[in-house]
């Protein structure tokens, strides 16, 4: 890819994400999960919009995580999000509303909120 097309790439993102965001949001009953997925890492954290601040946050690079060996990047998000939603539960968080970043509902994502639904968060 040129420098052109991935900013394109990275435009349409916004646009999906922005789009998200305008419907989307959290409460302290029922946070938003928020789920970025970068080159290397996976970050999710579920936000509370009305104080500001977020109530549980988590990464590929966290203490947790960070010595476990996966075997592909899908496993690695179905394990951020089983972990997420044990922190979550530890809490008393039981629901949330899913953000997922203006990225696509598919792969990665889609693993990472499979892991959360394992680990007990309704969406």
Not at 1 to 9: A, D, E, P, Y
Not at 46 to 69: C, I, W
Not at 100 to 107: A, I, T
Request: charged content about 35%; proline content about 2%; hydrophobic content about 35%.
């Amino acid at each position: 890819m040129n420098k052109s097309q991935l900013i394109k790439q990275r435009e349409r993102r916004n646009r999906r994400r922005h789009r998200i965001r305008k419907k989307v949001s959290g409460t302290p009953e029922r946070p938003r999960m928020v789920v970025y997925r970068g080159l290397y890492n996976i970050e999710v954290q579920l936000v509370d919009d009305f104080a500001g601040h977020s109530l549980v946050g988590l990464s590929t690079r966290s203490k947790d995580l960070s010595e476990v060996k996966f075997d592909s990047r899908v496993d690695q998000g179905r394990e951020v999000g089983k972990v997420l939603a044990a922190k979550a539960r530890e809490k008393g968080i039981d629901k949330v509303v899913f953000d997922r970043g203006g990225f696509l509902y598919h792969g990665i994502i889609k693993a990472v909120a499979d892991g959360a639904r394992e680990g007990g968060l309704q969406f």
